[in-house]
């Protein structure tokens, strides 16, 4: 497994064996460990000094269940500290059958550097680098574009592209990938990692694996043998069953009744209009449906839970696919919208812009408290985001996200930390996700440890430090696995599968802390980065209204003490 | 001399002596204890634990050449620091015939506490304080509502207000006060005070001086002395006849000359029409056309200097008043505009919109290099400022500054530090200015200490460390007195002219490095704030491009040390 270097200003390309250092590292904590050692933490994120990482998790390429994620790393111009974000599909199965350990891109395109419109495809395979202009390109959504991509290129490649939010250099834009139907709906959502590839001026990066193989597996047998374990205990875990059929939107009911489901901008953590949203008014509506909607469906190769679905509308035909909870939440009860059709749409829209739909949902409720449109509205919604695709002014308040959108539209009841907006998880009813969105050095992110599932008291701030800290080091763990959070639950079942698996890839002799271990490492490190670039305590704090203002119905604010906060990482 | 202290939400007064801590500082110095000891750093700008200082600097009152400045102080939403402005007029004036120290206004009006628009006016006299609405006063601009307000106070009042860029929160509305002809011209410009007054629901603070008294003397005959020598050393002093003919806008030539002027937002250090937005072409202009313009004109009672002017247009009415050399720099050269005119025109809807002229003319170049305007477009800058008085989107985000227009329109060639734009001297060729800049707890700002005017290759960073320093030290002390810039000038004949004014007011012994004293510990306490906010040496740093475009003439880029600039406060 090698690191593939692209220098865009030199258009050349190398492959080198990866250090010492970054050899026991993969996804997530090893793109903390090169942006680390490479990228001053001070420069701007969308200049030349700033490099996007694309690092496939160390589990990834064997048709391990749910454990083919890849990790997009770089700094961030949304939060100004270090990012990454996962994406299912297919792109980093492709990368490690081709060999990749890390693809680091470096540099930038130069602006006018091939005349016309500036917008470039990488293509790499194991031929090399190949660097193609692409005009017809410019502007294209993400549907569109990787149509187009996949006629000119064959619909074997795995393709990650951005949309007009990337090109726009719009801090919500992410960069979306092939799901293995080579639907382009897998999202490097968050953080603005679209933008960063807009900076650079690539429209697009072809994977085209052909000759490659699939990595080498040092002890197949007890690859094997842990795989099937591992298999076994993901198939029985009672939520395996839960996700399989409701997906996330399983999570509308349970957040709604913890009082923590966002509503109307986050003020009240419930929704009357829960039950037309919820996960099981979802899969009844598709199953009556039928035509394309699907209610459960697999974003990567061999994944056995297949929590995902495909959302159809009245004559069956797709709306969008997936439809997740965390869309659920902020486009529809954090608009006041109980109708899941509009919220397929305008998630159906957000992607084919490239946008994340959290951040969009975010900013779309801040819009609506500064008055551009009604809470319930969503033709307005719709509206606002043909503004973002039109790239007028108020588009680009939007479409950076509700950070920008307070600050630009003067207001301050804003859910963000770290200039990030917060997951559909209200952080004064479920405190320890709460400090995971305070603490976390990647902002607000319920991916980066979700307690909602810990059996603890959700608004006791203090009781949930420790759930908090437990959930974010796990998650940095599988996240450098490449595992997906739902692999977790067959994980943590038999956690010492973990080391069998990765001791059998690699011939290592970890031991059974090596989630831990990883998890650590990573959080580390991103810490440290951000230390760099200038985060201190006073970064990892909660905006202020949401420790002055109550929350309906437990009528609670968000009370983690500093020095709690200040210590969560003092391991 | 009291502290008032106004808490909104309470409607309520309270006269106190100051404590001990307090009492041997005033303006900017003062202003920055106040916040150091109240405002918790990390509080939201707009919200309602940031207070508003307005603190007199500590020679206000005495008719003393040059030294009625008033500093205005609070936790900007523009840097997220510290912030301070002063302005000359007679708002500090009235404040020390009334025997205040200092006034602090607390918390904020509730949105609809009082009905209607929600709009206040502070009424302060020696019987109290009255809260008056302000429904009529919604949203009017600074000239028409201080003339409103004039008519119904009398016009003997002093008056700070701000116009529709406070009242949407926009982070580059100042507050304006009256100069001593009772014109809103004389505004605390830089770093948003504005938005957090109008946060506060404040359009005007009304000082009703009736009945009030000039501030007590301990020594009048000491007084009457030191103030003889420095009025003469002022006069006397060879830069005081050069801003008397021809203002400010002397800087012109001396800046292109230097290779400093900022032009086509930044992109240039000279402008082929320097010429004619020079101070000795606009002497010319002026005393050709007569009618209301006046190339000399004091701004505060007693200035023996009056470097102020009236721009008057063709036909002899005055267009705008004063025209600074800032405003020329930032919207004449800066924009590609070689017509004082226009660029009197423009400053005057910035003032009226109560705005801040340097980071708006930043902001307006950002838009130029974004295709928003073509530089030398006077016409469509004319039409941008529109927006913002319209309250668009775009207006919105033009409103916010320099910083915020790159962000969301795609801009990486943004002239600011800590999010404030650079005034007229730019740093690439006058390096001990860009240090200021980069390294003032302030921001980017020249008044923080401009070393234009040293003796010092400008063009060696290394140099203008100490020259930085010096003149860092030195405006923190002089904005602790009240003294502007030009005092300087008179004060440095002879320093000890300092301690001697100070002691024969109060009653102390300072010794001569009083002005030193008070600089230093102005900055430490400012620096300190900033450090609680979350300030790292990341924050002192110049953008990124300045490090590596050369500029033209010199093809110089800022090549300050890091290690220089983070030890530049080591004293």
């Not at 701007?44 to 269940?65: I, R, W």
């Not at 790393?73 to 492709?94: D, F, Q, V, W, Y």
């Not at 986050?266 to 699907?294: K, N, P, V, W, Y």
């Amino acid at each position: 497994m090698q690191v593939w270097r692209v220098n865009l200003r030199e258009r050349s390309l190398k492959r080198e064996p990866a250090p010492e250092a970054w050899s026991r590292l993969g996804g997530r904590g090893l793109s903390a460990r090169i942006l680390l050692d490479e990228v001053p933490a001070t420069c701007e994120p969308l200049g030349p000094h700033n490099k996007m990482v694309l690092a496939p998790g160390l589990l990834v390429g064997h048709m391990l269940s749910s454990c083919d994620r890849l990790s997009f790393g770089t700094k961030s111009p949304m939060t100004r500290g270090i990012k990454e974000a996962n994406a299912g599909g297919s792109t980093g199965l492709h990368m490690t059958n081709m060999g990749m350990k890390a693809l680091i891109i470096e540099d930038q395109m130069p602006r006018n550097g091939g005349g016309g419109s500036g917008w470039w495809v990488l293509h790499l395979s194991l031929a090399g680098a190949r660097f193609e202009p692409a005009e017809d390109m410019a502007g294209l959504a993400v549907f569109e574009g990787a149509s187009r991509l996949l006629k000119r290129y064959g619909d074997k490649v795995a393709i990650a592209l951005i949309g007009p939010a990337g090109e726009m250099l719009l801090s919500a834009a992410g960069i979306q990938n092939l799901d293995k139907e080579n639907v382009p709906s897998r999202i490097a959502a968050r953080g603005g990692l679209g933008a960063v590839m807009g900076s650079k001026r690539l429209k697009a990066i072809i994977f085209d694996d052909t000759g490659g193989q699939k990595p080498p597996i040092a002890n197949r047998e007890a690859f094997k043998q842990a795989q099937k374990l591992f298999t076994k205990n993901t198939l029985d875990h009672p939520q395996t069953k839960t996700y399989q059929e409701y997906g996330t939107p399983a999570m509308v009911r349970t957040c709604n009744a913890l009082g923590g489901l966002p509503t109307r901008n986050f003020t009240s953590g419930q929704f009357e209009g829960a039950e037309t949203i919820s996960g099981e008014h979802m899969r009844d509506l598709l199953l009556r449906r039928g035509g394309e909607s699907e209610t459960t469906h697999a974003c990567m190769v061999g994944c056995v839970i297949q929590c995902s679905n495909t959302y159809g509308g009245e004559d069956g035909k797709a709306i969008v696919s997936p439809l997740e909870y965390e869309t659920i939440g902020l486009l529809g009860s954090n608009l006041g919208i109980a109708d899941l059709d509009t919220v397929a749409r305008l998630n159906w829209e957000i992607s084919d812009l490239g946008l994340d739909t959290i951040d969009m949902g975010a900013a779309l409720g801040v819009a609506a408290e500064a008055g551009l449109m009604q809470f319930g509205d969503g033709a307005r919604a719709l509206e606002l985001l043909g503004e973002i695709r039109r790239g007028t002014p108020l588009g680009r308040i939007l479409g950076h996200g509700a950070a920008m959108a307070g600050r630009v539209l003067g207001v301050l009841r804003v859910p963000v930390v770290k200039g990030q907006a917060m997951s559909a998880y209200e952080p004064r009813a479920i405190k320890g996700t709460g400090t995971t969105y305070v603490t976390s050095p990647q902002g607000a992110d319920h991916t980066a440890g979700n307690t909602v599932r810990a059996k603890v008291d959700h608004l006791d701030a203090k009781a949930n430090i420790a759930t908090s800290r437990a959930a974010q080091i796990n998650m940095a763990g599988f996240d450098s696995l490449g595992a997906c959070i739902f692999a977790g639950f067959g994980f943590m079942v038999n956690p010492e599968v973990i080391p069998d698996l990765l001791n059998a890839r690699y011939g290592w002799q970890v031991g059974s802390d090596i989630l831990q271990v990883l998890g650590k490492e990573t959080i580390s490190l991103e810490r440290e980065f951000n230390r760099r670039a200038g985060f201190t305590a006073a970064d990892d704090r909660i905006p202020e209204y949401m420790r002055t203002e109550p929350l309906p119905p437990h009528n609670s604010v968000y009370d983690a003490s500093e020095s709690d906060l200040d210590s969560i990482f003092n391991w």
